[in-house]
């Protein structure tokens, strides 16, 4: 594994508030920089984009501060992150501090030093997979990538590499045979999501909480490649700090977050019924998405798109 250097230049916030956040999940959103063009990715990655303004070492406080606050599992994202010149020192940074990493790739091209680091104790994949058909696949994604993505997924499978697959899409039937096929080459953790109206799926529309899967800010959040922290990676618009500037702690414990996801939880229908039974009365109808903890319907089993790391994002060919 490779050796971290101690932090050196600028300094971030430390401090720690007095009682630590609950918070136990960060996707860390390393980059814009993307070598397919995905017809529906999240935050519109892209070969024109960047890498933002947050260092290598930057990044590496993010790690320090979060794991004081109890943070235990992590998703590095994109874009590829495996693009980011620093992931590889991220994720063992992450590592050796006990936090659980996983990398979101579309696997289009690992290299051996990934391969090495990804089969460490700790490490997972994760990738998003349109359809059995490469045309298919190769139309969302704008590249023809849907061979190698489809070999490296069988690669990990040989290595033991643990890996889920998302299968994103609207067509029931395209689903189910992207799943038979997963399934015949040794996928075990499937799961589908349906294209939310975000980055280049939203038409050039303004976002929107009713398309947001229900479990943003509840225990997780997200930081981009420019260090502002937001609920997850859909709901950046709703942006709670920077962490240039403020201590992760302290955005997390703060006021900001639990306002911003109090805001969702009135658009999802979450609260209570003020009108009934003096204020206790039951929760009102359910939200859009079978999530986690929800309060509408807790006969809802948490479905795989609602995970951390399951957003439709787009993953770039490296």
């Not at 230049?9 to 070598?35: F, I, N």
Request: aromatic residues 6%.
């Amino acid at each position: 594994m490779i050796q971290v250097n101690e932090r050196k230049g600028k300094s971030m916030a430390t401090a720690l508030p007095v009682e630590q956040t609950a918070t136990h999940y960060l996707w860390l959103d390393l980059t814009r920089k993307c070598q397919l063009e995905c017809t529906h990715c999240y935050n519109g990655s892209g070969p024109d984009g960047d890498h933002g303004t947050m260092t290598r070492d930057d990044w590496f406080e993010v790690l320090d501060q979060a794991v004081k606050v109890g943070v235990e599992n992590v998703t590095l994202i994109g874009g590829e992150p495996m693009m980011y010149p620093h992931t590889i020192e991220i994720a063992d940074r992450a590592l050796t501090l006990g936090i659980k990493v996983e990398v979101y790739s579309n696997l289009v091209h690992v290299s051996a030093a990934w391969w090495a680091l990804l089969q460490h104790e700790g490490m997972s994949l994760a990738t998003s997979y349109y359809s059995n058909e490469a045309s298919e696949h190769n139309k969302i994604t704008r590249r023809p990538s849907h061979a190698r993505t489809r070999a490296n997924i069988t690669k990990a499978i040989e290595l033991g590499v643990p890996i889920r697959v998302g299968i994103v899409g609207d067509n029931e039937q395209t689903i189910e045979a992207a799943k038979a096929d997963l399934e015949s080459i040794g996928v075990t953790r499937i799961g589908t999501d349906r294209i939310r109206e975000f980055g280049r799926a939203s038409c050039g529309q303004n976002p929107e909480a009713s398309n947001l899967c229900g479990g943003c800010g509840d225990g997780r959040a997200s930081i981009d490649p420019n260090g502002n922290v937001a609920p997850c990676v859909f709901s950046t618009w709703m942006g709670v700090g920077n962490v240039r500037e403020d201590s992760l702690p302290s955005i997390l414990s703060g006021p900001a977050l639990s306002e911003a996801v109090d805001s969702f939880r009135e658009v999802w229908g979450w609260g209570k019924d003020k009108d009934k039974d003096g204020g206790g009365g039951q929760s009102k109808p359910c939200g859009p998405d079978c999530v986690p903890k929800n309060p509408c319907d807790p006969r809802c089993e948490p479905a795989d798109a609602c995970r951390p790391g399951t957003p439709t994002t787009c993953h770039p060919r490296v």
